[in-house]
């Protein structure tokens, strides 16, 4: 691992600063004590539901200051991805508040098959058009493949069960955009101008924030909070550079870091 200090830092989103729809007790001081002590900032989240100007109005709801430069989902990281394919046309199994910006069913012939958030607009018409697309040769591409997600009212499936659903069907796998992928925290670590190696993530799944950023080459920061204990219990998880209880304790622990 390396040893260079820590200049920047790639904060996970829901379970690490917010969850359940409520703001993570020192949550916003941190990100605060964060920007005082000079280290850049990206806010990263595998919401594929809604587009990031209403992300960012909802983190503003819960008083967490995140500015739009400062966002990297993997909704804008398939637009960028989508705009280098010359005459894309692309199947969108994704959300309402989504899909008009990517176009929508008309017959194809289809270039890509993008799967994310679809819980308002997935019946079996849906998913069979999609399995179709991707016989006559589509490329899959999900937002995220995220197990499970925590709101309010509980655990609900995530965009990963209708890509497993796919592959198994069609034979074909998947080309992630969003966490866990490697590219996802390197593309955000480059976003941010500094040496990878003083880059910093920390999140609350493991499977996702720690694995991902493992796997990009970055430090990573465990926080005990949204999916850890489920995990924990679980097996699932894997283990970090560092654990804190919360993100509260992050700005120390990067004090610390950085006198080393």
């Known amino acids: 691992m390396a040893v260079t200090s820590p200049r920047s830092v790639l904060l996970d989103l829901d379970g ?27 806010f990263l989240t595998n919401t594929d539901s809604r587009p990031a100007e209403d992300i960012l109005a909802a983190l ?23 705009t280098g394919t010359p005459d894309a046309r692309v199947y969108p199994l994704v959300s309402r508040a989504l899909r008009a910006g990517f176009g929508t069913p008309d017959g194809g012939p289809y270039t890509h098959v993008l799967v994310g958030d679809c819980r308002d607009t997935l019946d079996y018409p849906a998913l069979d058009g999609a399995f179709r697309a991707l016989r006559t040769g589509a490329e899959l591409v999900a937002l995220q493949r995220g197990r499970y997600f925590k709101s309010a009212d509980g655990d609900h499936i995530d965009t990963g069960g209708v890509v497993a659903a796919l592959e198994y069907a069609a034979g074909v796998s998947a080309r992630v955009l969003g966490k866990p992928s490697a590219d996802f925290f390197a593309l955000a670590a480059a976003s941010l101008s500094t040496d990878p190696d003083g880059c910093v993530v920390v999140g609350d799944d493991a499977t996702t924030d720690i694995a991902g950023g493992r796997a990009a080459g970055l430090r990573t920061v465990q926080v005990r909070t949204g999916k850890y204990a489920d995990q924990l219990a679980e097996g699932s998880h894997r283990e970090a550079d560092h654990v804190v209880d919360s993100v509260a304790d992050v700005p120390a622990l990067l004090r610390e870091l950085t006198a080393a």
């Open 16 to 42: 690490t600063l917010h969850a359940k729809g409520a703001r993570i007790p020192g949550s916003a001081e941190a990100v605060a004590e964060l920007r005082e002590l000079g280290f850049a900032l990206r």
């Open 60 to 82: 503003a709801d819960r008083g967490l200051d995140v500015r739009e430069e400062e966002l990297f989902t993997p909704v804008l990281a398939a637009r960028a991805y989508l």
